[in-house]
């Protein structure tokens, strides 16, 4: 199994340290690195940036949020950065909620897996630069004929030959119909609270976007880049302390994170069986009792959806992962030593 480093997505400012990290990944070994966007930072310049100093790793974004950008837009971001690297792009894709991208992006939500559809056949078009790219979707026409149009648009072709014809697409996918249209159209998923004990739901999911007539991939050459936090404790004490510290980011996605009435990752914990918690955690988090709300996580979620414990017991969790058909364990990490002691232990 593959190791990432994933460098998120900043918060108020830039974080610190960020190239001493990527530089002990590449001497490490590890295999990537990822970055992430909300509604502040971006995920592809950050990988222009600290992917200058890097010749093996892979650069992959987890995610790029599909409505901030036109389908052109986003493969012109890769076709640029993937000649820079030298071919090392990973592109992670994702729809996001209705409040970002109605709120932020100002961007109509409906029809998330249509539109995900025509993305990555659009950019697909794109980078095999075969023809002049067009769409007859009704979610991204190309060329666009719709209210306001002048006429005047032009099917195109790049002007810039793509360094690869066909960079990898993994998607960011929660739900059932979403899972099953990832494997049937991509080349990687990108999951979210993906964990041993759920991993059995997922795989009914994943075997019916397989089994689907023009499938690109089988399970055999199919990317899963699951993320968790790993982390090297001494004892149970010091893993409680940090399941603890774990426990604010888990209520945040399980009551914070998008509305009441559409908070998907909300959802992806109630499939996981926690269906009264997580609607315990939301009611509180939403009425402003967040801290209320992150003492009801209980220690046993969060050591499943994290891998925290002694070097053997971390040894033990990631086999577990990894039998579960994970292929790249996307990590996150405070210091260059944490890493090159987790790049030891699983060498």
């Not at 964990?195 to 689907?212: C, H, I, K, V």
């Not at 968790?228 to 004490?237: F, G, S, T």
């Not at 009435?261 to 914990?269: G, L």
Request: with cysteine; aromatic share 8%.
């Amino acid at each position: 199994m593959k190791l990432g480093l994933q460098l998120g997505y900043w918060g108020a400012q830039p974080p610190q340290g960020v190239g001493e990290l990527v530089a002990a990944a590449e001497e490490a070994g590890f295999d990537a690195i990822f970055s992430a966007e909300a509604w502040g930072s971006d995920a592809f310049t950050p990988l222009a940036w600290w992917g200058r100093e890097t010749s093996r790793l892979k650069l992959g974004t987890s995610i790029v949020q599909m409505s901030g950008r036109t389908p052109t837009s986003i493969a012109m971001h890769v076709m640029t950065l993937d000649h820079l690297s030298n071919g090392r792009v990973i592109l992670g894709m994702g729809v996001s909620g209705p409040q970002v991208v109605e709120g932020w992006y100002g961007q109509p939500f409906g029809k998330p897996l249509a539109r995900t559809r025509e993305v990555v056949d659009i950019i697909r078009k794109v980078l095999a630069r075969e023809e002049k790219v067009t769409n007859d979707g009704p979610h991204y026409p190309l060329p666009f004929r719709g209210e306001n149009s002048v006429g005047l648009g032009k099917p195109l072709k790049p002007i810039v030959h793509p360094l690869r014809a066909d960079v990898p697409i993994w998607l960011g996918a929660e739900g059932p119909k979403n899972v099953a249209q990832t494997a049937e159209i991509a080349d990687g998923w990108i999951p979210i609270f993906y964990t041993p004990n759920s991993a059995a739901m997922y795989q009914p999911w994943l075997d019916e976007g397989f089994a689907r007539p023009g499938a690109r991939r089988t399970r055999a050459d199919f990317e899963i880049a699951a993320t968790c936090h790993l982390q090297v404790v001494a004892d149970a004490e010091e893993k409680q302390l940090v399941l603890d510290a774990i426990k604010p980011s888990v209520s945040l996605y399980m009551g914070g994170m998008g509305a009441q009435e559409a908070n998907f990752h909300n959802q992806v914990f109630v499939r996981m069986g926690y269906e009264d918690l997580a609607k315990e955690v939301q009611q509180l988090y939403l009425s402003g009792e967040k801290d209320k709300a992150t003492s009801l996580i209980p220690n046993e979620l969060v050591d499943d959806m994290h891998i925290v414990g002694t070097a053997g017991e971390v040894k033990e969790r990631v086999a577990q992962w990894e039998e579960t058909g994970v292929t790249t364990l996307l990590l996150s990490f405070r210091s260059a030593d944490e890493i090159r002691t987790v790049a030891e232990l699983l060498a």
